[in-house]
DNA sequence: GTTATTTTTGCAGGTTTTTGCGGCTTTAAC
DNA sequence: GTTAAAGCCGCAAAAACCTGCAAAAATAAC
């Protein structure tokens, strides 16, 4: 296979799946890796694809990226991902906030998973949107400029009128006596709206944030089903939630 | 062989197969390699095939992989653009399409321009939350995979609610008779609702696709107030749309 | 038919491009 | 933390390329 050719494919590849591993592309070209690697960056020089660790991704203005490096305690929010991953069934609706928790969480759907995700989290739907047998609803208002999230009574309104299985909030704070709790008045407005539309809600926090506040109420302790951490479901610090009766795992 | 004769069978091969090896060229004519490259670097000063290191690709298969007119365009619709930034003033109310003239505008608008953008299109929302001082309020409903943009009576029916200032719609095909016209059909749902809520609509596109038309229509050409193409705007191929009462610039 | 002229071809050399590999460092995952 | 994967650097072999040149072939002229 000629350079260029080589070249042309792997243009190809990444235009159409928005990422190439240079592993599994060495392998479908039978060339070695470096030979891989040394395609990419020429690409990457002439600005036709972005190169990342192990492979690279399309240049393409609607792929917003969080290059995994820079999420804080990323291996955490991997960990709860996962954990949730199997309470999420085939059919479902399934409301959810923004924040790097849930972006992970979309990212390991199973690609066969077939359920509608309603949301107002401009990253959070592009993730979805990945996914081929995933139905993405997005939930419109101003948009907060911050976290690129729609705010605002029409949102709020519109969420009330839904009445879904599931909705997975991820958690700015929490403790025992002052329930969920978070900083900006817009959002909370939004995540209340929510649990009160959802049939089971799922938070999904890294344990940092356990037994910590912040200034607004989202919704007391017992407004919460299940409550996921990277943690052992055993640790000591999560008995008083599991005393509330809520979920942990 | 003669040389003429040997030209014309690598040109038939490299018009089959799409690429040619110099060494399996010379093996099957039984002539020196360099015989092949002096016809191949012949061939490619004509034009008629893409000299390579190895050998050769053919004109089609190096217009599929690298879309010359992508860059090509890109000035155009930056063009484009530029002359539609002067009527976009401080205070309005401005319903936008997606695509990618449009996505061209919101990247080059002034830093300072005070005003409320509105639109279902998640890449062009991206790009206008870069600015500090606009407002963005996304329209919510389904998001269409291909396009990233929400599709719906839900977003119509917003839309409807809505008397902006201006509505700036990317053009897929425009002509006299058939006006502006659109071959998906949710899409031009929406964009008709966009011009009804608008005071003025202007329609940005390329001349490529002036006089062209696709089979659903968005509105008629009387539907819209300003055309915006990269042409010069007495070029003669804008003359009929000029005499229809549109400003044309 | 012969000769002169031009074109074409193959080859010898030296240069450049491409590729894979070993050793070592950096990055990410757990 | 540890471990595995990916990346980087330099090197060397193979392949492709280029240049100039002379032999061979085609063409033109007589």
């Avoid at 928790?101 to 990253?123: D, H, N, V, Y």
């Avoid at 991820?170 to 049939?199: L, P, R």
């Avoid at 944030?209 to 000591?236: H, R, W, Y």
Wanted: glycine content about 6%; proline content about 4%; charged content about 20%.
């Amino acid at each position: 296979m000629l350079k260029r050719e080589r070249q042309a494919y792997i243009l190809h590849q990444v235009n159409l799946h928005n990422k190439v591993l240079s592993s599994s592309l060495s392998e479908e070209i039978s060339v070695s890796e470096d030979t891989i690697r040394r395609d990419l960056q020429e690409l990457a020089d002439e600005g036709k694809i972005i190169k990342v660790h192990g492979g690279a991704l399309s240049q393409s203005f609607n792929y917003i990226n969080y290059p995994s490096s820079k999420v804080y305690s990323h291996d955490h929010k991997r960990n709860i991902a996962r954990k949730v991953v199997p309470h999420i069934k085939d059919g479902m609706f399934i409301l959810t906030t923004g924040g790097t928790t849930i972006i992970e969480l979309a990212r390991i759907l199973p690609p066969q998973l077939k359920a509608t995700f309603i949301s107002g989290s401009i990253p959070a739907v592009l993730e979805y949107l990945h996914h081929p047998n995933i139905d993405v609803i997005l939930i419109g208002d101003r948009v907060s400029r911050n976290s690129k999230i729609t705010v605002g009574g029409e949102a709020i309104a519109k969420i009330k009128q839904l009445r879904v299985d599931l909705c997975l909030m991820g958690v700015n704070a929490i403790n025992i006596n002052n329930g969920i709790t978070d900083n900006d008045w817009d959002i909370v407005q939004i995540k209340k709206a929510m649990t009160e539309s959802a049939q089971k809600t799922i938070c999904m926090t890294i344990s940092e944030k356990i037994n910590s506040f912040q200034p607004i109420q989202v919704c007391p302790i017992t407004g919460i089903d299940m409550l996921v951490t990277e943690l052992d479901p055993i640790d000591a610090i999560l008995e008083p939630y599991r005393q509330a009766g809520i979920e942990v795992l």
